[in-house]
């Protein structure tokens, strides 16, 4: 039996971590998942006392110690551990292999995309949560890197030797249909040009799509988004609370997808996006780090890049036929390669 220990449960929430979380269990069925909403009520109250000042520490320390009293009466043969909910596994060795995954770097999110923005933030990322961060990786059996961006950050901030494996997109279910079915179930022009976003946040670059859609007024620009958005040009309309079953729709109806993220581990919404065969214009974050600027599946873009470098490749990217981004995800991101992936990580750790 294998054991997962991580925030929440898998697809509880609309984050990269819950969408891997699911996509393992699909690896090992068998899979034993210990989370925040497995604690007790006292451990719970106690727990959320910290989390507004100290994140999510005091709920992960709960959670490990719970997976410790389980541990003595169930038998796991590998345990799998999401991001700094290991940390406390470096003060208390587990005798199993533990694998502890990360799907992103603390420091980097404070390099990246937060030396701009509010101090107390940018250092309470990269020297607060940046220590829990380093505690994780620390003595562990294995420590997997979602992308090579992460596995190089996790070298230069921590000196912590990882490998890559990738996440991965569902292509069954996130598939394209028609443009024009798309749109007309969804209820959205068929004539214009349509530019899809996945976040307003200033982390995932919603400035850059703002200013976007101001140089393009003739441009629908269509903004899924959890976070509140007070202004919007008379161009842009944003959809909040949209399930999962209709992000395949949403993809399928665009033109293509502007993806400016300051920072992203793996960049899971532009992969699914291009699933559903959309190209995309992104940052070099993530999947996508140390990539050349023109690719079959749409442009990479430096952190540096301007709002003219981002506006000319809209122009490229719109009038460019040739690009059929699905065939990239099915060459390298599939569930089938993920599955692969970690079964042969386990039976490598229980050699």
């Excluded at 541990?71 to 596994?89: C, P």
């Excluded at 974050?285 to 301007?306: C, E, H, I, K, N």
Aim: charged content about 20%; aromatic content about 14%; hydrophobic content about 40%.
């Amino acid at each position: 039996m294998k054991a997962l220990i991580t925030p929440f449960r898998p697809l509880s929430t609309k984050g990269g971590i819950e969408t891997f979380s699911y996509y393992l269990t699909r690896a090992f069925p068998d899979l034993s998942i210990i989370t925040n909403g497995d604690l007790s009520p006292r451990d719970k109250l106690l727990a959320s006392f910290g989390q507004k000042t100290l994140n999510l520490i005091p709920y992960s320390f709960f959670v490990d110690n719970l997976f410790l009293k389980r541990s003595h009466k169930e038998n796991f043969e590998v345990v799998f551990i999401n991001g700094y909910y290991g940390w406390f596994f470096t003060l208390k060795k587990l005798k199993v292999p533990t694998v502890v995954i990360f799907h992103g770097c603390n420091i980097g999110v404070a390099e990246y995309a937060l030396k701009d923005y509010k101090k107390i933030i940018y250092c309470y990322h990269k020297y607060y949560l940046g220590l829990f961060d380093y505690l994780s990786a620390k003595g562990k059996t294995v420590v997997v890197s979602v992308s090579s961006m992460v596995q190089y950050l996790l070298k230069k901030h921590y000196g912590i030797d990882s490998i890559v494996i990738p996440n991965c997109v569902d292509i069954e279910y996130f598939k394209p249909s028609t443009k024009e079915s798309a749109r007309e179930l969804l209820n959205l022009p068929i004539d214009k040009e349509i530019v899809l976003s996945v976040s307003a946040s200033y982390r995932k670059g919603f400035n850059v799509v703002l200013e976007l859609a101001k140089r393009k007024p003739n441009s629908l620009f269509i903004v899924i988004s959890q976070s509140k958005i007070n202004i919007t040009p008379k161009n842009m309309l944003v959809f909040s609370d949209v399930p999962d079953t209709q992000m395949p729709l949403f993809y399928s109806a665009a033109d293509y997808l502007v993806f400016p993220s300051r920072y992203e581990g793996f960049s899971i919404a532009a992969l699914e996006a291009m699933a559903c065969d959309l190209p995309i214009i992104t940052s070099d974050m993530g999947a996508f780090y140390g990539m050349d600027y023109s690719q079959p599946f749409g442009r990479v873009l430096p952190l540096s890049a301007t709002i003219e470098e981002y506006e000319k490749a809209t122009v490229e990217v719109f009038n460019d036929r040739s690009l059929h981004p699905r065939s990239f995800v099915q060459q390298n991101f599939t569930l089938d390669i993920f599955i692969k992936n970690y079964r042969n990580l386990v039976r490598s750790v229980l050699l």
